[in-house]
Nanobody
C-alpha cells in the first residue's frame, strides 16, 4: 500500500517562506505526476502545483495562477520525495496542503483526478 506523508507546515507571517515536504512510501510506488492541492476553510480544493519527471530529471511543472512566481515545486526522485517551496506568503495562502499523486492523469489542474492523497499539513499565514 502506497502512502504519502507531508511535513513542513506551520505558522508564518505574511511575506515569509515555508517548505513543504512529501515522501511516498510503500511497495512498487510509481506515479505519473505528483503535486500539491490545498483547501481553505469553507472553500473548494484548489490546485497548487504539479511535477512530472523522467528518470531523475524534471520533465515539466505546472502551477496554479494564484501561486505562480511565488511557489516552486521540485522532486528528489531517488527518494520518492516532492517539495513545495513557498515564498512571499500571503494570508490567503492559509489552508491545509495535501500531497497528491496519480498514476495516470489527463488534467493535472483538477484535484479530483488525483487518486492518492496524503493526510495534509496546515499552513497558516498571519497578516
Amino acid at each position: 500500500q502506497v502512502r504519502l506523508t507531508e511535513s513542513g507546515g506551520g505558522l508564518v507571517q505574511a511575506g515569509g517562506s515555508l517548505r513543504l515536504s512529501c515522501v511516498a512510501s510503500g511497495r512498487s510506488f510509481s506515479a505519473d505526476v505528483m503535486g500539491w492541492v490545498r483547501q481553505a476553510p469553507g472553500k473548494e480544493r484548489e490546485f497548487v502545483a504539479a511535477i512530472k519527471w523522467i528518470g531523475d530529471q524534471e520533465y515539466w511543472s505546472n502551477y496554479g495562477n494564484s501561486v505562480k512566481g511565488r511557489f516552486t515545486i521540485s522532486q528528489d526522485a531517488a527518494n520518492n520525495m516532492v517539495y513545495l517551496r513557498m515564498n512571499s506568503l500571503k494570508p490567503e495562502d492559509t489552508a491545509v496542503y495535501y500531497c497528491v499523486a496519480a498514476a495516470s492523469i489527463t488534467d493535472v489542474t483538477q484535484p479530483s483526478q488525483y487518486s492518492l492523497w496524503g493526510q495534509g499539513t496546515q499552513v497558516t499565514v498571519s497578516s
